[in-house]
C-alpha cells in the first residue's frame, strides 16, 4: 500500500489541457512531500513539482510554471498536476513521487531525493 499509481495521461493537441492524478495510501504519505517528474524518450528523468506534505506549500520549475499547477488532497488519499496550455515539449511520461519531510527539509528536484514512485503515466501532446 505504499504504492503510487499514477492516471489521466492520455493524448491531447497543443494547447490543450490534461490533468493527472495519483492515488496514494494516505496515511502512510500523509506526512511526506510529494512531486511529479517526467521523462521524455531519450531524455533524463526531470523536476515538474513538488507540493509539502500539509498541501500548503509548492514549487513548480521554471518550464511549466504558470501552465501546471500541483495539488493534492491527503483525505482523499491522492494528488493531482492540472497541466494547461500543453506544449509538444510537454510530451513525456510522467510519474508522481514521494519522500519523507517538508520541501524546506532537503533538496527535492532531483529524482535521487524521492523514495517512492508511480509506474508512470503517458502524456503525449500534438501539434
Known amino acids: 500500500q505504499e504504492m503510487l499509481v499514477e492516471s489521466g495521461g492520455g493524448s491531447v493537441q497543443a494547447g490543450g489541457s490534461l490533468r493527472l492524478s495519483c492515488a496514494t495510501s494516505g496515511r502512510t504519505f500523509s506526512n511526506h512531500v510529494m512531486g511529479w517528474f517526467r521523462q521524455g524518450q531519450g531524455k533524463e528523468r526531470e523536476f515538474v513539482a513538488a507540493?509539502?506534505?500539509?498541501?500548503?506549500?509548492?514549487s513548480h520549475a521554471d518550464s511549466v510554471k504558470g501552465r501546471f499547477s500541483i495539488s493534492r488532497d491527503n483525505a482523499k488519499n491522492t494528488m493531482s498536476l492540472q497541466m494547461n496550455s500543453l506544449k509538444p515539449e510537454d510530451m513525456a511520461v510522467y510519474y508522481c513521487a514521494a519522500k519523507f519531510g517538508t520541501l524546506f527539509s532537503g533538496r527535492y528536484d532531483r529524482p535521487s531525493d524521492y523514495e517512492y514512485w508511480g509506474q508512470g503515466t503517458q502524456v503525449i501532446v500534438s501539434s
Open positions: 507540493i509539502s506534505a500539509s498541501g500548503t506549500v509548492f
